[in-house]
């Protein structure tokens, strides 16, 4: 299939209603289409000093970190700062009641004293390119969607496979502008990956929940881990013997700081944004699972927090936990704000209006594209219920942890009751290696409180029709009494109890596979599933499969409406720039925040009755010494900084460089009021938080002491 044109990212002309700050734009294709904007915009750098495959570049000192956020090299000794609440788990892996790395922090004082993180690893990116033709090679305009779907399947494992031979690489093609553009993205992984630095939860957590994507924030959201590799360089498992990575580049680190108006560049892999969706897509999450997810999350952290106030044990077991369920949940609520704020929905409307006159005013596009938005809003507005209904079962029904622990071994228990061979005691063996894992960060307690609370909501919250059948005959069974009902299956279960479920395993035998077939657990877990795979899913999947193709056909027909306009392609966590400037913004009539704050604001929110706000003493006392060294700035020292880059998650931990390619930041969030900016950006609204360079080197300096950290990085004053 012949190329569509305008597929690809157009010149920007005079009067294009896109704003320098907004956008997620592809490296590769910086020096066709953006390089001069950014100049004109203070960038002092090359296209090629961003991103190369001829030269070392900006790219070589961002990584992937983990699964989800993005980590850059600071030092030639592999050291890699990323953010606090990205290597949050891993803290949490180490810590102990007797070690509280969560509460105390830690720092290796030495190469010995790292702490290596089994399965955690960094990926760099080794090079892009744009595959589109080979992609489509064999799709016709006339082929069925399931069918030009297997047909670039094909093509893109052919691609992956070529891209590779012969190395220790791997790749992926990965669709741009809904499937109508392809790029190939060849990735290097290193897995030693070790804990270096990371604060108390008082500096890099500092305001929790409460602060969590609001703005001002005084949060010192760091942590520093170390790459390690073999005597060669080249990635390796993890060996004692292994040595400090030497990256190929590391940013050097401004201390000149910030001020209002100053570039900035965000580098790094946002996850996903959804620009170009229709009004009716965002109406259906406005109107069903947004609100739904945030009730229903109100809950569980309702009980959460509760027990975490009982014990430095559970505070402990349920901080990654809690953490992870309240950042959708405080985000989800901004979004309804920032959303209705801009008028997303009925500006979506106002564009399909012109959008339809477009394509009625032409046969060849009525022939095209004619139907299209009727065709999506049916199946969108026939899923609805659906929606809802799959929210409350995986945000309610599987919210308790021992449903969802039980369904882990579903299919051990129907292996077995087919009759026990060793393959089955095999499947019990793999079973147990993850147990220990799962009851060092559980509290029996806790989740009963959980199973009674959101079985309860369940019940209440959505119609009979679409509740699991088990369900319905427990709120009968036991009259509405939830508590009584958890009660009941945690003193009937043993997926709550370590000792008994490992005994279980040890010797698998057909009568523990009926026990475990009738358990309570299990039995929910599998009525959930029933109701999914019997109701919920067909109801999803009727039309679902013509979604795609027609977000598709959206996509390229806005693209031929506005040729004058530049597109940039939605977050699909793969590397992009955003580039924008220091700058502060208006949230409501009368307020007008300023772009930054400082440690003074971290002692006037100083509260020792409230674990989030306990500023560490030792901070207290550097401060009251005004004890800031080189990290000082009008005789305070910067803790956050605000820009309007247009970030997304995944973009956690990236760096935010200057206009001469120094690191002036991590970026760690967004605010309140700007987190719709996944599926729209506005200009004047939306900004990214990061971490002030300044304060995290301040932490490592002269909180921790670790100035031989400082010593590796190259500091530019």
Not at 521 to 534: G, H, P, V
Not at 644 to 661: D, F, K, L, M, R
Request: one cysteine or more; proline letters at 5%.
């Amino acid at each position: 299939m012949k190329k569509l044109s305008f597929v690809l990212i157009f010149l920007l002309l005079a009067g294009s209603v896109l704003r320098a700050e907004e956008g997620m734009w592809i490296p590769l294709l910086l020096k066709k289409y953006k390089i001069e904007d950014m100049k004109r915009a203070g960038f002092k750098l090359t296209a090629e000093d961003v991103y190369s495959v001829n030269q070392v570049c900006l790219k070589d000192a961002i990584v992937i970190f983990g699964g989800g956020c993005t980590g850059e090299l600071i030092s030639g000794e592999g050291l890699l700062i990323t953010n606090h609440h990205c290597g949050y788990g891993n803290i949490q892996k180490h810590s102990t009641v007797e070690h509280d790395y969560l509460t105390d922090g830690f720092w290796a004082m030495s190469k010995g004293e790292e702490l290596p993180n089994p399965g955690l690893s960094v990926t760099f990116l080794v090079r892009i390119e744009d595959v589109t033709d080979a992609s489509l090679a064999g799709v016709t305009a006339t082929m069925a969607s399931a069918e030009r779907e297997k047909t670039i399947q094909l093509n893109s494992a052919k691609i992956q496979s070529e891209a590779i031979k012969g190395t220790s690489y791997t790749a992926k093609v990965t669709p741009f502008f809904n499937g109508n553009q392809f790029f190939l993205f060849v990735y290097e992984s290193y897995t030693d990956v070790r804990l270096v630095g990371a604060p108390p939860s008082a500096i890099g957590k500092f305001g929790g929940e409460t602060d969590n994507w609001m703005w001002p924030r005084h949060t010192g959201d760091f942590s520093l881990f170390r790459i390690y590799a073999g005597a060669d360089n080249r990635p390796a498992a993890y060996s004692p013997s292994n040595v400090p990575y030497k990256p190929k580049k590391f940013l050097p680190i401004s201390l000149k700081g910030v001020e209002s108006g100053d570039f900035t560049m965000v580098f790094g892999y946002p996850g996903r944004t959804t620009e170009y969706i229709p009004s009716f897509v965002i109406e259906s999450q406005v109107n069903y699972s947004i609100p739904a997810s945030v009730d229903l999350r109100t809950k569980r952290l309702d009980v959460i927090m509760a027990a975490m106030e009982t014990s430095p044990e559970i505070r402990i077991q349920y901080s990654a936990k809690k953490s992870g369920i309240a950042n959708s949940w405080k985000k989800n609520q901004g979004v309804l704000l920032g959303l209705k704020k801009v008028s997303a929905i009925q500006r979506k409307i106002e564009f399909e209006k012109r959008f339809q006159e477009w394509v009625n005013a032409d046969p060849g596009r009525i022939a095209q594209y004619g139907t299209v938005l009727d065709q999506y809003k049916d199946i969108i507005t026939k899923q609805a219920p659906f929606e809802l209904a799959i929210t409350y079962a995986r945000e309610a029904g599987e919210a308790p942890e021992i449903i969802g622990f039980a369904g882990r071994f579903a299919s051990l228990v129907d292996l077995a009751l087919k009759g026990i061979t060793p393959e089955v005691q095999k499947a019990a063996d793999n079973n147990k290696a993850s147990i220990a894992a799962y009851f060092k960060d559980y509290d029996a307690l806790t989740d009963q409180k959980l199973l009674s609370v959101m079985m309860e909501a369940y019940t209440k919250g959505i119609t009979p029709d679409f509740q699991p059948e088990l369900l319905k005959k427990i709120a009968v069974d036991f009259k509405g009494d939830f508590g009584k009902y958890a009660s009941s299956v945690f003193e009937n279960s043993v997926f709550d109890n370590q000792v008994e479920l490992m005994s279980l395993l040890g010797d698998f035998n057909s009568k523990s596979a009926k026990k475990l077939a009738n358990d309570p657990a299990l039995l929910m877990f599998k009525s959930i599933r029933k109701l999914q795979s019997e109701l919920i899913n067909p109801g999803l999947s009727r039309g679902q499969g013509q979604v795609p193709e027609l977000q598709r056909l959206y996509m390229k027909a806005q693209m031929e409406m506005q040729p004058e306009k530049l597109f940039y392609p939605d977050a699909n966590s793969t590397l992009r720039i955003s580039y924008g400037k220091v700058d502060g913004f208006a949230p409501v009539d009368g307020i007008q925040y300023r772009y930054f704050s400082t440690l003074d604001g971290i002692i006037q929110k100083d509260n020792p009755q409230i674990y989030d706000y306990r500023v560490p003493e030792k901070l207290k006392q550097l401060y009251a010494a005004k004890d800031y060294g080189q990290y000082a700035s009008n005789n305070t020292v910067p803790v956050c900084f605000i820009a309007s880059n247009h970030t997304s998650g995944g973009n956690s931990g990236s760096p935010v460089i200057n206009a001469e390619g120094q690191l002036i930041g991590i970026n760690f969030d967004r605010n309140w009021e700007g987190t719709m900016s996944d599926i729209m950006y506005d200009p004047d609204l939306c900004r990214n938080i990061s971490l002030d360079i300044r304060f995290a080197l301040f932490i490592i300096d002269k909180f921790a002491g670790a100035k031989h950290l400082i010593k590796e990085m190259q500091l530019v004053r």
